[in-house]
């Protein structure tokens, strides 16, 4: 779990990023982008969830203002990416 703060128009470098609960503590417009500049923008109210599925990705902030927003990473034991033989 992260807390996360992104001030107004910062944006995070493109990295892999597990499957993803993300709650906004306050009000968020945020971008999401990968790396094939397939974008997605979202705007959300205080207390909104929304799941976002692993993907290599960069984030912006849209707003002028700081977007807080709390994550959920769901990590994945190892086990689970053993191939049956």
Known sequence: MLRVTLD??????????PDTLLVCIGECHVRLERPDRR??????????????????????NL???PAEMV???????????VKPK
């Open 8 to 17: 107004g128009g910062e944006a995070l470098p493109a990295h892999d990023a």
């Open 39 to 60: 974008i997605h923008d979202f705007h959300m109210d205080s207390g909104e969830t929304r799941w976002i599925p692993a993907y290599t990705r960069s984030e912006k």
């Open 63 to 65: 707003s002028g203002e």
């Open 71 to 81: 994550l959920v990473e769901i990590k994945r034991s190892k086990a689970q990416f």
